[in-house]
């Protein structure tokens, strides 16, 4: 069974670029998650989607944003980078049970670098 | 604020030699505690769910406690290949979010 896909791999953008990027989850799973984890600090909670819908979204400004797909797969959207905005962002799925989900699968992330 | 404060932050063991990580929260209402393994270039990888205090999970060399303030992963016998950062994090009240810390850096040697 193919885990969450996340792509590209590597994204390098200079200062006020807009940059994208994709997740697929786990065939089955309905939410989707994203976190940014810069380097030397924990995951940082940015979005979360389920069934399509925006559902909880952490201490981003707006210039953070996405949408989830009829296909439950999701994307990431990033305004006018900064260079604070290097980080790896991490995807994760689950299957949504009430409000509770047991475990997060994660992919292996976008490293982007803003220059 | 729900906080989430991981202990050492880096930890450096022998191979054999036995340690515990430490995980201290300060949340209102916890749902759940959650360990995972990062490895270098790669997303988390789930280990363990703990839900209530006196509750102890073990998988391999691995063993999780939790009581009312933090948690505890137990490493019994390191291997080199256990190195990983091992990440907690807690779920509070509703929607789904998870607040991670900043995680333990472990190195085994052989």
């Known amino acids: 069974e193919a885990g969450v896909t996340q792509s590209p791999t590597h994204l390098i953008k200079t200062r006020g670029q807009q940059v994208t990027l994709r997740c697929s989850p786990i065939?089955?799973?309905?939410?989707v998650y994203w976190y940014q984890q810069a380097l030397g600090l924990g995951l940082q909670f940015l979005l979360w989607y389920d069934e399509g819908e925006e559902r909880n979204r952490g201490n981003f400004p707006p210039r953070f944003s996405g949408r989830q797909f009829p296909n439950y797969s999701s994307e990431l959207n990033v305004n006018a980078l900064e260079l604070e905005d290097s980080a790896l962002y991490l995807c994760a799925s689950s299957l949504a049970v009430r409000g509770f989900n047991e475990k997060l699968f994660f992919g292996s992330g976008t490293q982007l670098s803003v220059l | 604020e729900d906080q989430v404060t991981q202990s050492p932050e880096a930890l450096r063991l022998q191979e054999g030699e036995s340690s515990s990580l430490n995980c201290s929260y300060t949340?209102?209402?916890?749902?759940?505690l959650f360990w995972y393994r990062q490895d270098p270039g790669k997303g988390p990888e789930f280990l363990f769910t703990?839900?209530?205090a006196g509750e102890e999970k073990e998988k391999e060399r691995l063993k999780a406690t939790l009581t009312k303030k933090e948690s505890f992963l137990h490493i019994t016998a390191p291997k080199p290949e256990d190195s990983a950062t091992y990440l907690c994090a807690v779920q509070t009240g509703g929607y789904n979010k998870l607040i991670f810390g900043a995680g333990t850096r472990l190195a085994v040697h052989p």
């Open positions: 703990l839900y209530s």
């Open positions: 065939s089955g799973h309905t939410s």
């Open positions: 949340v209102s209402g916890l749902r759940g």
